[in-house]
């Protein structure tokens, strides 16, 4: 979500801005925003923006992303992220997610949808 998925939203917003000088305007506010997003997983600046650009819409993410963390609850699905599901925690838990592969008992395919790292 922090990833990707706020990013996309950002190039969403991006794309259908009805003009140049709205695009503008678009990138000027949730740029930075999507860039922060990604890089440190710290969304509070783009979920703001987000929330006064849109309110029903930011509504509507809102409820999604609790209906789709309950259903990833209730089916025992555990992403795992040390602090932040940025690219900064990504790349800081590539070894220890390499070391729990090593460690199980996986072997072909199994090893690459099993990686916490994915």
Do not use: C
Not at 46 to 73: D, K, M, N, Q, R
Not at 99 to 111: E, K, L, V, Y
């Amino acid at each position: 979500m922090m990833m990707f998925g706020l990013p996309a939203l950002v190039a969403a917003f991006v794309y259908t801005a009805e003009n140049k000088v709205q695009r503008t305007r678009v990138i000027a506010l949730f740029g930075s925003a999507a860039l922060v997003s990604f890089l440190s997983g710290i969304t509070e600046p783009i979920e703001f923006a987000f929330l006064y650009a849109s309110p029903l819409l930011y509504f509507v993410h809102a409820v999604l992303t609790g209906v789709f963390a309950f259903i990833t609850g209730a089916f025992g699905i555990q992403l795992g992220f040390g602090f932040s599901a940025g690219l900064m925690d990504y790349i800081t838990s590539i070894p220890k997610s390499m070391a729990i592969i090593n460690d199980s008992n996986f072997t072909g395919a199994a090893r690459v949808f099993a990686n916490p790292a994915w």
